[in-house]
């Protein structure tokens, strides 16, 4: 039973950064791309990066490009979302969440992973 957990969440200022990390335990398959996504409540879950089972490909939504980046160390199972120059509209509960796949799409589709954490909570506020 593959599980994933987040950390790294807090209240940051606008402008200051945070890692979130996300460990994954119990995969069963040698091979998954990973993804993190946010959620405000009363709104749609929304794709923010994501990177391919070997790290060699990555993808950013838009509003994030230049800020966030994604990482992951394999001898780890650990996947990693640096989140620089954070603004309040990043404030969202963030997850991590797992597909067995090599390849990580950049339309970061919800209904594509399998797997997810029980997310962390992001606030960027002064």
């Known amino acids: 039973q593959l599980q994933l957990v987040e950390s790294g969440g807090g209240l940051v200022q606008p402008g200051g950064s945070l890692r979130l990390s996300c460990a994954a335990s119990g995969f069963t398959s040698d091979y998954y791309a990973i993804g993190w996504f946010r959620q405000v409540p009363g709104k749609a879950r929304e794709g923010v990066s994501c990177?391919?089972?070997?790290?060699?490909?990555?993808n950013y939504a838009d509003s994030v490009k230049g800020r966030f980046t994604i990482s992951r160390d394999n001898a780890k199972n650990t996947v990693y979302l640096q989140m620089n120059s954070l603004k309040p509209e990043d404030t969202a509960v963030y997850y991590c969440?797992?597909?067995?796949?090599?390849?990580?799409?950049?339309?970061?589709?919800?209904?594509?992973?399998?797997?997810w954490g029980q997310g962390t909570q992001v606030t960027v506020s002064s």
């Open positions: 969440a797992a597909v067995t796949s090599y390849a990580c799409s950049r339309y970061l589709i919800v209904a594509e992973y399998d797997y």
């Open positions: 990177i391919s089972a070997s790290g060699g490909d990555t």
